[in-house]
Protein backbone atom coordinates (compact mmCIF):
# COMPACT_ATOMS: atom_id res chain seq x y z
CA UNK A 1 0.00 0.00 0.00
CA UNK A 2 1.51 3.24 -0.91
CA UNK A 3 2.05 5.61 1.66
CA UNK A 4 1.88 9.22 1.71
CA UNK A 5 4.19 10.97 4.43
CA UNK A 6 6.89 13.39 3.31
CA UNK A 7 9.67 13.96 5.81
CA UNK A 8 10.59 17.88 6.04
CA UNK A 9 14.34 18.34 6.30
CA UNK A 10 15.08 21.76 8.24
CA UNK A 11 18.35 23.31 8.63
CA UNK A 12 19.72 22.68 12.18
CA UNK A 13 22.87 22.34 14.65
CA UNK A 14 25.22 19.39 14.93
CA UNK A 15 26.37 18.85 18.53
CA UNK A 16 29.84 18.91 19.11
CA UNK A 17 29.96 14.90 19.68
CA UNK A 18 27.35 13.50 16.88
CA UNK A 19 26.84 13.88 13.13
CA UNK A 20 23.65 13.45 11.06
CA UNK A 21 24.30 10.63 8.86
CA UNK A 22 21.36 9.98 6.11
CA UNK A 23 20.91 6.47 4.06
CA UNK A 24 18.76 5.44 1.37
CA UNK A 25 18.02 2.15 -0.87
CA UNK A 26 15.58 0.25 -2.78
CA UNK A 27 14.03 -1.85 -0.51
CA UNK A 28 10.52 -3.43 -0.64
CA UNK A 29 9.76 -2.10 -3.84
CA UNK A 30 10.23 1.42 -2.82
CA UNK A 31 12.51 4.09 -0.99
CA UNK A 32 13.96 3.12 2.34
CA UNK A 33 15.76 5.65 4.24
CA UNK A 34 17.07 6.12 7.29
CA UNK A 35 18.55 9.04 9.14
CA UNK A 36 20.46 8.69 12.77
CA UNK A 37 22.98 10.73 14.81
CA UNK A 38 25.99 9.17 15.27
CA UNK A 39 29.76 9.76 16.66
CA UNK A 40 31.94 7.84 13.50
CA UNK A 41 31.77 7.78 9.74
CA UNK A 42 32.69 4.54 9.11
CA UNK A 43 31.02 2.97 12.19
CA UNK A 44 27.74 5.08 10.42
CA UNK A 45 27.95 3.54 7.21
CA UNK A 46 28.65 -0.47 8.40
CA UNK A 47 25.73 0.12 11.00
CA UNK A 48 23.79 1.20 8.13
CA UNK A 49 24.42 -2.02 5.91
CA UNK A 50 23.25 -4.11 9.05
CA UNK A 51 20.41 -2.43 9.51
CA UNK A 52 19.60 -2.99 5.65
CA UNK A 53 20.38 -6.78 5.81
CA UNK A 54 17.58 -6.39 8.29
CA UNK A 55 15.24 -5.18 5.68
CA UNK A 56 16.22 -7.56 3.55
CA UNK A 57 16.08 -10.18 5.51
CA UNK A 58 12.23 -9.56 6.27
CA UNK A 59 11.71 -9.17 2.34
CA UNK A 60 13.06 -12.70 1.87
CA UNK A 61 10.64 -13.51 4.14
CA UNK A 62 7.35 -11.39 3.73
CA UNK A 63 7.27 -10.36 -0.14
CA UNK A 64 4.56 -11.37 -2.30
CA UNK A 65 6.45 -10.08 -5.11
CA UNK A 66 8.70 -12.73 -4.96
CA UNK A 67 8.04 -16.43 -5.44
CA UNK A 68 11.29 -17.34 -3.30
CA UNK A 69 9.96 -15.37 -0.42
CA UNK A 70 8.68 -17.58 1.79
CA UNK A 71 5.30 -16.47 1.43
CA UNK A 72 6.00 -16.56 -1.99
CA UNK A 73 6.96 -20.13 -1.68
CA UNK A 74 3.56 -21.03 0.68
CA UNK A 75 1.75 -20.06 -2.53
CA UNK A 76 3.13 -22.50 -4.68
CA UNK A 77 3.15 -25.49 -2.25
CA UNK A 78 1.80 -28.40 -3.11
CA UNK A 79 0.81 -29.52 0.88
CA UNK A 80 -1.52 -27.62 2.31
CA UNK A 81 -1.80 -28.65 6.08
CA UNK A 82 0.82 -28.58 8.85
CA UNK A 83 2.96 -26.17 7.00
CA UNK A 84 5.84 -25.67 9.41
CA UNK A 85 6.97 -21.90 8.93
CA UNK A 86 9.80 -19.61 10.25
CA UNK A 87 9.09 -18.29 13.74
CA UNK A 88 8.98 -14.60 12.87
CA UNK A 89 6.48 -15.05 10.20
CA UNK A 90 4.03 -17.11 12.20
CA UNK A 91 4.35 -14.62 14.71
CA UNK A 92 3.48 -12.23 12.50
CA UNK A 93 0.27 -14.23 11.22
CA UNK A 94 -0.96 -14.63 15.00
CA UNK A 95 -0.60 -10.99 15.44
CA UNK A 96 -2.17 -10.12 12.08
CA UNK A 97 -5.11 -12.18 13.06
CA UNK A 98 -5.60 -10.26 15.59
CA UNK A 99 -5.60 -7.28 14.12
CA UNK A 100 -8.18 -8.79 11.85
CA UNK A 101 -10.16 -9.39 14.67
CA UNK A 102 -9.88 -5.94 16.11
CA UNK A 103 -10.45 -4.14 12.93
CA UNK A 104 -14.00 -5.63 12.52
CA UNK A 105 -12.08 -7.74 9.16
CA UNK A 106 -11.03 -5.08 7.68
CA UNK A 107 -7.32 -5.29 7.81
CA UNK A 108 -6.76 -9.20 6.15
CA UNK A 109 -3.52 -10.30 5.31
CA UNK A 110 -5.51 -13.27 3.65
CA UNK A 111 -6.66 -10.76 0.95
CA UNK A 112 -3.31 -11.79 -1.69
CA UNK A 113 -5.65 -13.48 -3.91
CA UNK A 114 -7.47 -10.04 -4.27
CA UNK A 115 -4.75 -7.53 -4.56
CA UNK A 116 -3.18 -9.69 -7.24
CA UNK A 117 -5.99 -9.68 -9.42
CA UNK A 118 -6.40 -5.82 -8.90
CA UNK A 119 -2.74 -5.17 -9.75
CA UNK A 120 -3.54 -8.04 -12.66
CA UNK A 121 -6.83 -5.70 -14.05
CA UNK A 122 -4.57 -2.29 -13.48
CA UNK A 123 -1.89 -3.69 -15.88
CA UNK A 124 -4.62 -4.81 -18.60
CA UNK A 125 -6.13 -1.44 -17.77
CA UNK A 126 -9.57 -2.89 -17.16
CA UNK A 127 -11.99 -3.57 -14.76
CA UNK A 128 -12.58 -6.79 -13.43
CA UNK A 129 -15.31 -8.98 -13.78
CA UNK A 130 -18.37 -10.41 -11.11
CA UNK A 131 -16.71 -13.78 -11.33
CA UNK A 132 -13.49 -12.65 -11.03
CA UNK A 133 -14.07 -10.94 -7.64
CA UNK A 134 -16.51 -13.97 -6.53
CA UNK A 135 -13.51 -16.22 -6.94
CA UNK A 136 -10.97 -14.17 -5.38
CA UNK A 137 -13.45 -13.60 -2.77
CA UNK A 138 -13.74 -16.78 -1.95
CA UNK A 139 -10.03 -17.23 -1.19
CA UNK A 140 -9.71 -14.75 1.57
CA UNK A 141 -10.41 -14.34 5.06
CA UNK A 142 -9.32 -16.49 8.26
CA UNK A 143 -11.63 -18.86 7.73
CA UNK A 144 -9.65 -20.45 5.18
CA UNK A 145 -6.41 -20.49 7.68
CA UNK A 146 -6.11 -23.04 10.55
CA UNK A 147 -3.15 -21.57 12.72
CA UNK A 148 -1.97 -24.04 15.02
CA UNK A 149 -0.21 -22.66 18.50
CA UNK A 150 0.94 -25.53 19.52
CA UNK A 151 2.81 -27.31 16.47
CA UNK A 152 3.57 -23.45 15.24
CA UNK A 153 2.29 -24.28 11.97
CA UNK A 154 -0.27 -23.48 9.78
CA UNK A 155 -2.98 -25.38 7.07
CA UNK A 156 -5.10 -23.98 4.36
CA UNK A 157 -8.19 -25.12 3.40
CA UNK A 158 -8.19 -23.77 0.34
CA UNK A 159 -5.68 -24.57 -2.58
CA UNK A 160 -4.72 -20.78 -3.92
CA UNK A 161 -5.26 -18.84 -1.08
CA UNK A 162 -1.95 -16.33 -0.89
CA UNK A 163 -1.07 -13.85 1.78
CA UNK A 164 -0.01 -10.30 1.55
CA UNK A 165 2.23 -8.37 4.40
CA UNK A 166 1.76 -5.03 2.35
CA UNK A 167 -0.70 -3.29 5.08
CA UNK A 168 1.84 -4.29 7.96
CA UNK A 169 4.95 -5.46 7.44
CA UNK A 170 6.85 -1.97 6.23
CA UNK A 171 5.49 -0.05 9.74
CA UNK A 172 6.85 -3.51 11.23
CA UNK A 173 10.22 -3.18 9.33
CA UNK A 174 10.58 0.70 10.36
CA UNK A 175 10.44 -0.63 13.73
CA UNK A 176 12.86 -3.65 13.59
CA UNK A 177 15.40 -1.42 12.43
CA UNK A 178 14.74 1.41 15.23
CA UNK A 179 14.97 -1.24 17.71
CA UNK A 180 18.33 -2.55 16.33
CA UNK A 181 19.85 1.10 16.43
CA UNK A 182 18.91 1.31 20.17
CA UNK A 183 21.04 -1.83 20.73
CA UNK A 184 23.68 -0.14 18.88
CA UNK A 185 23.20 3.49 21.47
CA UNK A 186 21.83 5.03 18.88
CA UNK A 187 18.60 6.76 20.13
CA UNK A 188 18.53 9.86 18.02
CA UNK A 189 16.72 8.36 14.89
CA UNK A 190 13.76 8.12 12.28
CA UNK A 191 13.57 5.50 9.78
CA UNK A 192 10.93 5.67 7.08
CA UNK A 193 10.00 2.78 4.54
CA UNK A 194 8.67 4.94 2.28
CA UNK A 195 6.31 6.39 4.40
CA UNK A 196 5.85 4.02 7.17
CA UNK A 197 7.70 6.68 9.98
CA UNK A 198 9.30 5.25 12.85
CA UNK A 199 10.81 7.85 15.32
CA UNK A 200 13.61 7.83 17.84
CA UNK A 201 14.44 10.92 20.26
CA UNK A 202 14.38 13.81 18.88
CA UNK A 203 17.30 15.29 16.70
CA UNK A 204 19.95 18.09 18.44
CA UNK A 205 18.00 21.28 19.63
CA UNK A 206 14.86 20.14 18.23
CA UNK A 207 11.41 18.99 20.02
CA UNK A 208 10.92 16.34 17.54
CA UNK A 209 11.18 15.33 14.15
CA UNK A 210 9.58 17.03 11.72
CA UNK A 211 6.96 15.39 9.14
CA UNK A 212 4.09 16.70 6.71
CA UNK A 213 1.03 15.21 6.06
CA UNK A 214 0.12 15.18 2.39
CA UNK A 215 -3.39 16.66 1.51
CA UNK A 216 -6.03 14.33 -0.21
CA UNK A 217 -5.23 13.94 -3.98
CA UNK A 218 -2.39 15.80 -3.79
CA UNK A 219 1.29 13.93 -4.15
CA UNK A 220 3.34 17.20 -3.06
CA UNK A 221 1.17 19.53 -1.33
CA UNK A 222 1.16 18.95 2.26
CA UNK A 223 -0.84 20.73 5.51
CA UNK A 224 0.64 24.00 6.82
CA UNK A 225 0.72 22.38 10.34
CA UNK A 226 2.94 20.17 10.79
CA UNK A 227 3.50 16.88 13.09
CA UNK A 228 6.76 16.76 15.62
CA UNK A 229 7.17 12.96 16.90
CA UNK A 230 9.95 11.36 19.19
CA UNK A 231 9.73 7.63 20.07
CA UNK A 232 6.56 7.40 18.00
CA UNK A 233 5.34 5.94 15.00
CA UNK A 234 2.61 7.31 11.98
CA UNK A 235 1.51 6.38 8.77
CA UNK A 236 -0.54 7.01 5.79
CA UNK A 237 -2.94 5.77 3.56
CA UNK A 238 -4.39 7.61 0.23
CA UNK A 239 -4.24 6.76 -3.52
CA UNK A 240 -2.46 9.42 -5.10
CA UNK A 241 -1.28 7.47 -7.54
CA UNK A 242 -2.79 3.89 -7.33
CA UNK A 243 -6.14 4.00 -8.18
CA UNK A 244 -8.71 2.55 -11.42
CA UNK A 245 -11.65 4.69 -12.48
CA UNK A 246 -14.58 2.75 -13.93
CA UNK A 247 -18.41 4.01 -14.80
CA UNK A 248 -16.86 7.36 -13.26
CA UNK A 249 -16.09 5.74 -9.81
CA UNK A 250 -12.57 5.75 -8.36
CA UNK A 251 -11.28 2.56 -6.85
CA UNK A 252 -9.14 2.53 -4.73
CA UNK A 253 -5.61 0.79 -4.23
CA UNK A 254 -7.01 -0.30 -0.72
CA UNK A 255 -9.41 -3.31 -1.10
CA UNK A 256 -12.09 -4.09 1.38
CA UNK A 257 -11.75 -7.74 2.24
CA UNK A 258 -14.96 -7.89 2.98
CA UNK A 259 -16.46 -6.54 -0.52
CA UNK A 260 -13.63 -7.35 -2.49
CA UNK A 261 -13.57 -4.08 -4.18
CA UNK A 262 -11.11 -1.10 -4.27
CA UNK A 263 -12.44 1.64 -1.66
CA UNK A 264 -14.20 4.03 -3.49
CA UNK A 265 -14.28 7.10 -0.54
CA UNK A 266 -11.49 9.72 -1.20
CA UNK A 267 -9.78 10.33 2.06
CA UNK A 268 -6.20 10.31 3.71
CA UNK A 269 -5.62 8.78 6.40
CA UNK A 270 -2.95 9.23 9.20
CA UNK A 271 -2.34 7.32 12.37
CA UNK A 272 0.05 7.64 15.23
CA UNK A 273 1.09 4.76 17.90
CA UNK A 274 3.67 3.99 20.11
CA UNK A 275 4.92 1.39 17.40
CA UNK A 276 5.20 1.07 13.66
CA UNK A 277 3.83 -2.00 12.89
CA UNK A 278 0.63 -0.87 14.78
CA UNK A 279 0.41 2.21 12.80
CA UNK A 280 0.74 0.30 9.40
CA UNK A 281 -2.69 -2.03 9.67
CA UNK A 282 -4.53 0.93 11.65
CA UNK A 283 -4.28 3.30 8.63
CA UNK A 284 -5.27 0.41 6.29
CA UNK A 285 -8.65 -0.32 8.67
CA UNK A 286 -9.45 3.47 9.28
CA UNK A 287 -9.15 4.04 5.20
CA UNK A 288 -12.26 1.02 4.83
CA UNK A 289 -14.27 1.84 7.85
CA UNK A 290 -16.49 4.74 7.90
CA UNK A 291 -15.53 7.63 9.67
CA UNK A 292 -17.52 6.71 12.79
CA UNK A 293 -15.68 3.86 13.21
CA UNK A 294 -12.46 4.00 11.97
CA UNK A 295 -12.02 7.15 15.36
CA UNK A 296 -13.43 4.52 17.77
CA UNK A 297 -11.02 1.93 16.88
CA UNK A 298 -8.33 4.60 17.06
CA UNK A 299 -9.54 5.03 20.49
CA UNK A 300 -9.79 1.78 21.29
CA UNK A 301 -6.15 1.26 20.03
CA UNK A 302 -5.04 3.98 22.20
CA UNK A 303 -3.58 5.42 18.93
CA UNK A 304 -4.73 9.36 17.37
CA UNK A 305 -6.36 9.25 13.85
CA UNK A 306 -6.54 12.40 11.19
CA UNK A 307 -8.82 11.70 8.49
CA UNK A 308 -8.77 14.50 5.82
CA UNK A 309 -11.97 13.28 3.25
CA UNK A 310 -12.86 15.60 -0.35
CA UNK A 311 -15.99 16.70 -0.08
CA UNK A 312 -17.37 19.07 -3.31
CA UNK A 313 -13.68 19.62 -4.05
CA UNK A 314 -13.38 20.62 -0.37
CA UNK A 315 -11.16 19.54 2.41
CA UNK A 316 -13.18 18.34 5.53
CA UNK A 317 -11.13 16.25 8.43
CA UNK A 318 -12.09 14.57 11.03
CA UNK A 319 -9.55 13.51 14.32
CA UNK A 320 -9.45 11.85 17.38
CA UNK A 321 -8.69 14.18 20.34
CA UNK A 322 -5.09 13.46 21.29
CA UNK A 323 -4.07 13.93 17.40
CA UNK A 324 -3.99 17.84 18.00
CA UNK A 325 -0.70 16.93 20.61
CA UNK A 326 1.04 16.01 18.10
CA UNK A 327 1.40 18.92 15.66
CA UNK A 328 4.12 20.82 15.89
CA UNK A 329 3.52 23.65 18.62
CA UNK A 330 5.76 26.26 16.98
CA UNK A 331 6.81 26.86 13.25
CA UNK A 332 10.80 26.67 12.46
Known amino acids: MLRLIFLLLFPFTLSAQLKRFEF ?53 QTNQTDIKVSGELFTMIVRSKDAWSRSGKTFDITIGTLTRLWRKVKRENRFPSEAEIKAAKDLTGFKNLIINEMSKTISFKKPGIRLDFGGIVPGYASQRVIDFLKTKNINIALVDASGDIVTGDAPPGKDGWTIGINLPESANEVWDKKLELKNFAVSTSGDVYRYIVHDGKRYSHIVDPRTGYGVTSQRNVTVITRFGADADWLATACSILPIKKALALAKKEHAAVLIATLNNDKIVTYKSKSFDKFFQKKQQ
Do not use: R, W
Not at 54 to 76: M, P
Open 24 to 76: SENKMGSPFGIIFYHKDSAEAMQIAKECFSIVDSLNTIFSDYNSESEVGKLAL
